[in-house]
């Protein structure tokens, strides 16, 4: 009797090896990380079980760890000292996220590349990603011109990309023209297009020290829409985007396959604080293999459409990939 017998391609290491579809490759990770002002060394994040916040000194050693394990880059965040109401500490040169960004720059040199998180959340002493206006809400186009300043500042501290991740419409033309205007024509934009206002940015929360009051669903997208996920891609490719980005990863892959169909620019996903916190809390009660959870994890990101993956483990991974 003849049968179709698609196990023959799954008898051995090395067949499997050859038939795989998806592989990880290092240049493919980006390491996003924290850098604390007045920190005299890394500060340990409760919730993020090996994760850190990197003081000045340590950021350098980091980036030279980051460098030699071959990964394509890494996504600066920056946790002030000192919090206002515009988030004053984002544009000032001598601010911590600016002065982490020079560190950095330096210390890469070509072997990576640094990129910056444009966002106000964490500069702001209401926690949003941008002003509010009389009424407690985020007035968007007067948050653009924060985001303008604030580009120009991260381009000038040597940012090699701007990852916006504010959610407010027309961010991505709002920085586009202020780069071009100040002779950064040439620092590309990552669009953080379709990101969710997910519980799984838990941890974060902490590693950031959020001051949020509330939430960001007015600007941050629904859980249940998918098709405004491709609108939002769109919109970010239209206004000149370089790079997309589908945030969280694990629970929007549908989006992320969407976004990889469609663009004709790469598309990244980012596997955010909850998605480490959750497979790392259930690796230490010896619920499920950590390293093979891991490696699915990244994996099923890839195999959804991600040209690159913004994972915490990004170091590990390349160290097993090798």
């Known amino acids: 009797m003849s049968m179709n017998r698609p196990r023959r391609l799954r008898a051995t290491p090395a067949m499997r090896r050859l038939v795989a579809e998806t592989r990880l490759h290092p240049a493919e990770l980006i390491l996003p990380m924290f850098v604390r002002e007045g920190a005299s060394e890394p500060v340990p994040i409760s919730s993020m079980p090996g994760v850190v916040q990197h003081s000045t000194e340590s950021l350098k050693g980091a980036i030279a760890d980051a460098a030699a394990a071959g990964i394509g880059g890494v996504m600066l965040f920056g946790v002030p000292g000192r919090k206002d109401a515009t988030g004053s500490g984002a544009t000032d040169p001598d601010g911590i996220l600016n002065v982490a960004t020079r560190i950095a720059a330096a210390e890469a040199g070509d072997a990576l590349v ?181 490696e699915e994890s990244v994996i099923g990101i890839r195999r959804a459409g991600a040209d690159a993956v913004l994972t915490y483990w990004a170091l590990e991974l390349a160290e097993w990939i090798r």
Not at 148 to 175: K, N, P, T
Not at 229 to 245: F, H, I, K, P, S
Not at 261 to 285: C, F, K, N, R
């Open 114 to 294: 640094v990129q910056t998180d444009l966002c106000l959340d964490e500069f702001t002493d209401h926690g949003h990603c941008g002003v509010l206006d009389a009424n407690g809400y985020v007035d968007n186009d007067a948050s653009l011109e924060r985001y303008r300043d604030m580009a120009v500042a991260q381009a000038e501290a040597g940012s090699q990309l701007l990852g916006l991740s504010g959610m407010m419409d027309g961010q991505v033309a709002a920085v586009r023209e202020a780069l071009d205007g100040a002779g950064f024509g040439n620092t590309p934009i990552l669009g953080y297009a379709a990101k969710y206002a997910s519980a799984f940015y838990g941890p974060f929360r902490e590693a950031v020290q959020s001051s949020l009051q509330g939430d960001r669903r007015t600007y941050q997208q629904d859980p249940a829409n998918r098709r405004e996920g491709a609108r939002e891609v769109e919109l970010d490719l239209a206004e000149g985007a370089d790079v997309v980005m589908v945030k969280p990863a694990m629970s929007y892959l549908d989006v992320l396959s969407d976004a990889a169909a469609t663009s004709l620019v790469p598309v990244w996903a980012y596997q955010v604080s909850g998605e480490y916190a959750m497979i790392e809390a259930a690796a230490a009660h010896g619920w499920i293999d950590r390293r093979r959870a891991i």
